[in-house]
């Protein structure tokens, strides 16, 4: 049998192994070149079709997170993006070279050659997939991978097609620098981690720019796989990948071998992970523009922040170490507070000489929800109690020429309201007579404050209060009264510490200021709005750039310099505050402040504020939902949180002196303790008082100590006695207003009568103890007119106390309520259960003409 012939023998054969003619050649050459070549011409159609991307026409739309800084630089928070994640825009001359050459050796060497896709990238891939039946290596070039992350199509052929033609249209667009730029900013470089600038600062806590090249070649690796190498889930799979990415810069001549081998050897460290939740009240309260709810409507708001999404860098003024030590403060007095009812504690520390905020604490803890945490009491409105004294005060010296060693009555009181009567009362609840005003500010007694408040109507008060940024108080002087002294109105307590802040600048206000400064976003980065860095300790505040000269607040004189200072004297003054605070309280620190506290009617609102010759602190304490607390005052529930505080403060700004008085504008004279007139040789107790100049020279010579002759025997007054018989002594004397609670207090008040074994008195009726013919009596409370009313909740008996003014020499009087007498002796006051109905009510005596008749209801 004859063996098969071969398949090339034959005439078959023998035609296939005759080569081909020139002209067949030439067609399949053009055949195969046009099969090679139409992908590319239908890529290249498709790609001038194809739009460009709206975040890559648009170069302002970069969707970025907000980064906030303290006043040093450290971040205290970030914000994210719209798109949930962490983003910031770097642009690529900021990056550094070591993340570039990493980036291209990871994945691209042949970025700067190809045209947005890599026909030997495509083919080597292809090849590995058929020798291999797997994927071994991908195609993508990083501009292809930029494609896939501003348009995500599905991984299909078409959507293949559609990604590479986009791609060949970036490059179209875009110069290699420019889509290397938008790669490294939008592209993920970890979970929730948009960009590399993000990832760096997240992972390593620094700069791109500062990478080491173990670093840099480790952020190269994630956009591979983003999950897969995110190092929180452990480094180990990273660092392999980090390796080879090192490895293929070696092989590339992107890096040298001992470059290499010393990034193999550095391990992956990762920067510890911060709470990202520093100063969360501030930060809330600057991007929502809360800030400004004591500024002029309108008024421009220098420090203000913008809206979140125009903000890449927001850099506050607050200290970060103070704000997290004074966070710790106030959970530790709400906690120690706990057993007297108190939920809640803010503080917030200004810097004076700019109006920087230093530290905010808008609650104990923000994530408190029983204590209600997240409200924030530096914006709260809550009554500040004695807290606007000071300023009562200051206008008083101004307006009414007060000065500090002015007499003020403190004594029974009432005043008229559209409501009835309002009689204030003492925190101790007793009378002190007459106090001067030095002494009524630093204890802080409430009924002179109201009689001052009084004497300069309640409309003047509102109008200072206003310019000292207390706006809050809109309402009608009549809403408020006389009792807007003691805070019988709602503040913030950021206005309420700017306002101690002006007083502490010696009348300039500035308003507050918690930005130093801002950049919007990419790719302009400009720095729009700035100050100066803090002034030394003891200088001037800077003036700004001329440039800003237009939008930063110049201060604006509110009050008196020279009387400022005088209040600043007293509410340092330790001594003064001893009646009412005793030794050792919490405003007694081991250098100068000058303090006041305040309590809320009901106890629902502790503070106390004050100042340093650099810092205002001020704190409030209580409950977010207006609840009582378990009866303590401004000194025992704010205070030690203030002195906390205010040590926290002193360790950032060191504390010093105040500046002495000007000598120029005040004095400090001798006073008569008593009077605080210049005293005269019958005056026993005198001290020394600071006044302004003017003020000084205009002191009358004391008029309330007389020295009058009276009878040894029996210490009244002396008529023709024997000069034996008779002694001078020094003795009070007071004005109609304090007479009543002089004779109660005992004071030492000359007698009215003369002694029945002398002679008559020359120009006297003689002892019959009767009043000068003619001389007036009047009832001294209740004034015509008033309205009381009587709670139906109290069951205790519930009275007002009848008071009558009687001129010397009277011993006996009564009160005529209704038709019916009432006998009375000094003081002649007396206490009168409340009846419903209308009354009327006059008082005389025997030798006096009667007063006028008044009328008053009870219902």
């Excluded at 930060?283 to 421009?300: F, I, N, T």
């Excluded at 002087?477 to 503040?491: C, F, K, N, Q, T």
């Amino acid at each position: 049998m004859r063996a098969p012939s071969p398949p090339w023998t034959g005439r078959a054969g023998l035609a296939r192994l005759r080569p081909r003619s020139p002209r067949s050649l030439r067609r399949a050459a053009r055949l195969a070149l046009a099969a090679a070549v139409a992908p590319w011409l239908l890529l290249a159609f498709i790609a001038a079709l194809t739009p460009l991307p709206p975040e890559l026409r648009a170069a302002e739309d970069h969707a970025v997170s907000t980064v906030l800084y303290d006043r040093h630089g450290t971040v205290l928070r970030e914000l994210r993006a719209g798109d949930g994640a962490r983003a910031r825009w770097l642009p690529l001359a900021e990056a550094g070279d070591r993340i570039q050459r990493a980036l291209l050796a990871a994945e691209d060497r042949r970025f700067s050659l190809h045209p947005g896709v890599d026909p030997v990238a495509i083919a080597r891939a292809v090849g590995q997939l058929a020798a291999e039946r797997r994927v071994v290596s991908g195609a993508s070039t990083i501009t292809q991978q930029l494609a896939r992350t501003l348009v995500p199509r599905p991984r299909t052929a078409r959507g293949k097609l559609g990604e590479m033609a986009l791609a060949l249209r970036i490059e179209a667009s875009l110069s290699k620098r420019e889509i290397l730029e938008q790669y490294l900013n939008r592209v993920a470089f970890g979970p929730g981690l948009r960009g590399v600038e993000a990832a760096s600062r997240f992972y390593f806590d620094k700069p791109t720019a500062d990478l080491s090249l173990a670093e840099a070649a480790a952020l190269a690796s994630m956009p591979r796989g983003p999950a897969l190498y995110d190092p929180r889930r452990g480094t180990g799979p990273l660092e392999r990948r980090r390796n080879r990415v090192l490895d293929r810069m070696l092989a590339a001549g992107l890096a040298g071998e001992a470059e290499v081998a010393r990034a193999r050897a550095e391990p992956i460290a990762l920067a510890p992970r911060g709470s990202g939740l520093g100063a969360p009240h501030l930060v809330r309260a600057v991007l929502g523009g809360a800030l400004d709810g004591g500024a002029d409507p309108g008024a421009e708001r220098p420090g203000a922040a913008p809206s979140r999404g125009r903000a890449s860098a927001i850099t506050l003024t607050i200290d970060r170490g103070l704000q997290r030590e004074i966070e710790v403060l106030a959970q530790q007095t709400v906690r120690g507070l706990s057993d007297r009812d108190v939920g809640a504690a803010a503080v917030v520390v200004l810097e004076n000489a700019t109006g920087e905020i230093l530290a905010y604490v808008g609650s104990h803890d923000i994530d408190d929800a029983a204590g209600l945490g997240h409200n924030d009491g530096v914006l709260a409105l809550r009554q500040p109690g004695s807290a606007l004294k000071p300023f009562v005060y200051e206008l008083a010296m101004e307006r009414l020429g007060f000065t500090a060693a002015t007499v003020l009555p403190d004594v029974e009181l009432s005043f008229p309201t559209p409501d009835g009567s309002y009689a204030p009362r003492n925190y101790d609840g007793r009378f002190h007579g007459p106090v001067r005003l030095r002494d009524a500010l630093a204890s802080s007694y409430n009924v002179p404050a109201v009689w001052t408040a009084a004497a300069l109507g309640p409309e003047r008060v509102l109008d200072r209060l206003r310019e000292l940024g207390l706006r809050s108080l809109d309402g009608a002087p009549s809403r408020y009264g006389v009792a807007i002294a003691l805070g019988d109105g709602e503040v913030r307590l950021l206005d309420l510490a700017n306002a101690y802040a002006t007083l502490a600048r010696g009348g300039l206000y500035l308003p507050v200021r918690a930005v130093r400064e801002w950049t919007d976003a990419p790719p302009a980065a400009r720095v729009l709005d700035a100050v100066p860095a803090a002034p030394r300790e003891g200088s001037a505040p800077a003036e700004p750039p001329a440039a800003r000269a237009s939008s930063t607040p110049r201060g604006a004189r509110v009050l008196d310099a020279a009387r400022a200072r005088v209040v600043v004297d007293i509410l340092a003054d330790d001594k003064a505050r001893l009646a009412s605070f005793g030794e050792g309280s919490a405003l007694d620190l081991p250098f100068p402040v000058a303090a006041k506290t305040g309590t809320s009617k009901g106890f629902r609102d502790n503070i106390a504020v004050g100042f340093t010759p650099d810092v205002t602190v001020a704190v409030w304490v209580g409950n977010f939902d207006g609840s009582p607390m378990g009866g303590i005052s401004g000194i025992t529930g704010a205070g030690p949180l203030f002195r906390d505080a205010m040590l926290a403060a002193a360790r950032v700004r060191p504390p010093r002196p105040f500046d002495p008085p000007d000598p120029e504008q005040l004095a400090e004279i001798e006073v008569c303790s008593l009077s605080g007139m210049r005293p005269t040789a019958a005056c026993p107790h005198r001290r020394r008082e600071l006044l302004p100049r003017g003020d000084a020279a205009a002191i009358a010579p004391c008029d309330m100590h007389e020295a009058v002759r009276v009878d040894r025997r029996n210490g009244l007054r002396a008529g023709a006695c024997p000069d034996a018989a008779v002694e001078e002594r020094v003795f009070e004397r007071y004005d109609a207003e304090l007479t009543a609670w002089a004779r109660a207090a005992g004071r030492p008040v000359a007698p009215d009568e003369a002694s029945p074994l002398c002679g008559a008195l020359p120009g006297r009726d003689g002892a019959s103890g009767a009043a000068a013919p003619g001389a007036p009596v009047r009832v001294a409370y209740p004034p015509d007119g008033a309205r009381f009313v009587l709670d139906p909740s109290v069951n205790s008996l519930q009275a007002i106390r009848l008071r009558a003014d009687v001129p010397p020499g009277v011993r006996r009087a009564r009160f005529v309520l209704d038709g019916r007498p009432i006998e009375v002796g000094p003081p002649f006051a007396l206490d009168w259960p409340l009846v419903a109905g209308a009354h009327r009510l006059r008082v005389e005596a025997d030798g006096a003409s009667a007063g006028e008749e008044i009328a008053f209801s009870v219902e």
